[in-house]
């Protein structure tokens, strides 16, 4: 089962509408599209010369005192019908083509072709149907404008166990109509079941802690498409508490989502090591989206598929510099490191630490322009500190690249060992 449900029979009235007020002022110079009443009385007559273009080549209209005491008396073809709404019918196909994707299936593997929906009687929209799956024939034994309800129907006979003969051979399956997430590291969405997922379904993610002797940890559940969480709908969230201390990335916590067919979604989380746990349940219509809301938030996150890549290359990029940036930190504070880096040295290191460790928390949801902007500051901070260090980069195993954010790490981490001689040149630093 496929369509747009925000295309239909009044886009198309809506062009016909537009080029006979365009007519109307080209043929008396007065605009008609001022007078409400007149508006309601010449889309009436465009419904019904619509319909009347399913059957004919042509149709008329014909409305008495329309306008000012205007009569207006006009015609159109099948065929100019059809070039005003052409891009209109085109676009009846992208769901086609979206749902053989969603369901992994190809067009030959299509048995049948039902049309449903009043707007399918256009011989141009059977047309591309037909065409689009080679020539095959369409299957017009329904009523289009009933169609619907035999579908509903046979709903109504599966949710009361029905056990009619009619119905014991039918297989009908729901899917999720979108995707449902947990909110991950820097505002990024981690998807647990995803979009045209069938139900009832379990699945799970596991989830660890972000820094050392953590003892709860927030789960936020979301419904939606895009990559970070601050663009998708927050359906509910619960606090995971009582967790073990133990150093950042050692607890084991699995996030279970269990959906069951009647769309009711249960959360649950259980720390591995203590068995601690919690749930959540969020009944179907409870803040969730509509399969409508569902399939236009889709269709953005296609139209932004390029700025969710680089939101998620940036946040990959900024998870690692913190990190680095913690071992940084650890390094130069170890016993082995005290005599062989200065105050004055280590002092400088630790500011640029902190400073970009606490930008990052404060502007997570920044835009990417900025984002690119700070990485480039912190590149510069780099080489700046390899400057005011004065030590070389000829220490480092041939071979090893070492980019903008490991480099100090790398370098510190050799000093401290004692393998870098004093006064040798960055051979990286006007890269680095």
Not at 216 to 226: A, H, P
Not at 353 to 382: F, H, P, R, S
Request: charged letters at 30%; aromatic letters at 6%; hydrophobic letters at 35%.
């Amino acid at each position: 089962m496929l369509g747009d449900t925000h295309l239909g029979g009044e886009d198309f009235d809506n062009r016909m509408i537009t080029y006979f007020l365009q007519e109307f002022k080209r043929k008396h110079n007065k605009d008609l599209s001022v007078d409400k009443r007149a508006l309601r009385r010449l889309r009436t007559a465009c419904e019904s010369a619509k319909r009347t273009l399913s059957s004919s080549l042509q149709a008329s209209i014909e409305i008495e005192s329309l306008f000012d005491g205007i009569d207006f008396y006009s015609k159109i073809t099948r065929t100019c019908f059809e070039e005003l709404c052409a891009d209109l019918f085109r676009a009846t196909l992208g769901p086609v083509e979206k749902a053989l994707r969603d369901a992994k299936m190809d067009k030959s593997q299509i048995h049948e072709i039902v049309l449903v929906g009043g707007s399918t009687h256009i011989p141009q929209v059977q047309k591309l149907l037909q065409d689009f799956f080679h020539e095959k024939e369409l299957n017009k034994s329904i009523n289009p404008d009933t169609a619907v309800a035999y579908g509903a129907a046979i709903q109504a006979a599966l949710s009361t166990d029905d056990r009619s003969a009619n119905i014991e051979e039918v297989l009908l399956l729901d899917v999720t109509s979108c995707s449902f997430d947990i909110e991950g590291p820097d505002g990024i969405m981690i998807p647990v079941i995803k979009r045209n997922t069938t139900t009832p379904i379990i699945q799970t993610h596991t989830l660890t802690t972000y820094a050392d002797n953590q003892t709860s940890i927030l789960i936020k559940v979301y419904d939606g498409e895009r990559t970070m969480v601050k663009d998708n709908y927050l359906l509910g969230q619960f606090e995971l508490s009582k967790i073990p201390p133990a150093p950042r990335g050692v607890p084991q916590i699995e996030v279970k989502f269990s959906m069951d067919d009647r769309g009711t979604l249960f959360v649950s989380a259980i720390d591995q090591s203590s068995g601690k746990e919690n749930e959540i349940i969020i009944v179907n219509d409870q803040n969730s989206l509509s399969r409508d809301e569902s399939e236009l938030m889709t269709l953005d996150a296609k139209k932004l598929q390029k700025d969710n890549e680089i939101s998620h290359k940036y946040n990959s990029v900024k998870q690692s510099f913190e990190s680095d940036n913690f071992n940084t930190e650890t390094t130069i504070n170890n016993g082995k490191s005290i005599d062989k880096i200065d105050a004055n040295e280590r002092k400088i290191i630790m500011e640029n630490i902190e400073e970009i460790l606490k930008w990052t928390k404060i502007n997570q949801y920044a835009d990417k322009d900025v984002n690119e902007c700070k990485l480039e500051k912190i590149g510069n901070i780099c080489s700046s500190l390899l400057s005011k260090l004065s030590i070389g980069a000829s220490a480092i195993p041939d071979g090893i690249h070492v980019d903008k954010r490991r480099c100090l790490r790398a370098i510190i981490e050799k000093k401290a060992a004692g393998s870098i001689p004093a006064g040798l040149k960055c051979k990286t630093q006007s890269s680095c």
